[in-house]
């Protein structure tokens, strides 16, 4: 079965910082990879999403993420972090492209000291 | 639009009582889905539909029931309230399976 592991379950970091978020999965075939970010008491938004082509993705907010096919890995990215992004990052994954349903990871909750 | 939207937003169900959990879209989204999240598990699926009259079953679909007569309305029935179902429930819905999917706000279930 396939499965999404986020590396970390909190991650606190000051205003300004770089920002990585670790994301891999179990799917040895074509992918749909996504994050989610889920401000505190709201529902889950779309930060950016890969179906194909250039493994570098761009987001809303100024994120990014990289997939690497080689390591199975989605990685999240923002050089500098801001307190309005304390929030809680979900990676997803759809095995067989379009086929498979979506499967999240546990979440990384993210908290930004002013 | 709207988007997605979920009523109610919170409830408090005793042990065994039955309920509907209410999802709208008035995007023309095919694709439509129920998960529940619960702290440190990430959000699991219960039940999807590809389009209206066609549902089938997720990851944890035990004590769930859906339907889909028609594209915009995609109800979660609980059957028989349990404390295990005490959860946040979203909705979602996309345009077809795959494609990443907007969320709604959610229900926030209480079951004593």
């Known amino acids: 079965a396939q499965s999404v592991s986020q590396h970390n379950h909190h991650v606190i970091l000051s205003e300004a910082a770089s920002l990585e978020l670790g994301c891999n999965y179990s799917?040895?075939?074509?992918?749909?990879l996504f994050w989610y970010v889920q401000y505190p008491g709201q529902h889950l938004q779309l930060l950016l999403k890969y179906f194909s082509g250039d493994p570098l993705v761009k987001g809303i907010k100024g994120f990014e993420a990289e997939f690497i096919k080689s390591k199975f890995s989605f990685n999240l990215r923002k050089p500098s972090v801001q307190w309005s992004d304390t929030a809680e990052y979900f990676c997803a994954v759809t095995g067989g492209g379009s086929q498979g349903n979506l499967i999240f990871g546990k979440g990384t909750k993210l908290s930004v000291k002013p | 639009n709207a988007g997605v939207t979920q009523t109610p937003k919170f409830q408090v169900l005793k042990t065994g009582q039955s309920m509907t959990l209410q999802c709208a879209q008035d995007m023309n989204h095919e694709y439509m889905s129920w998960y529940r999240q619960d702290p440190g598990m990430g959000l699991r699926l219960i039940h999807y539909?590809?389009?209206?009259?066609?549902?089938d079953q997720g990851e944890v679909p035990n004590g769930y029931n859906v339907s889909r007569s028609t594209t915009e309305d995609f109800p979660l029935r609980l059957l028989s309230a349990a404390p295990s179902q005490t959860s946040v429930y979203f909705c979602?819905?996309?345009?077809?399976?795959?494609?990443?999917?907007?969320f709604g706000p959610g229900t926030r279930l209480t079951v004593t």
């Open positions: 799917y040895g075939g074509t992918v749909n």
């Open positions: 979602a819905s996309s345009y077809s399976k795959g494609l990443g999917e907007y």
């Open positions: 539909s590809v389009g209206a009259g066609i549902t």
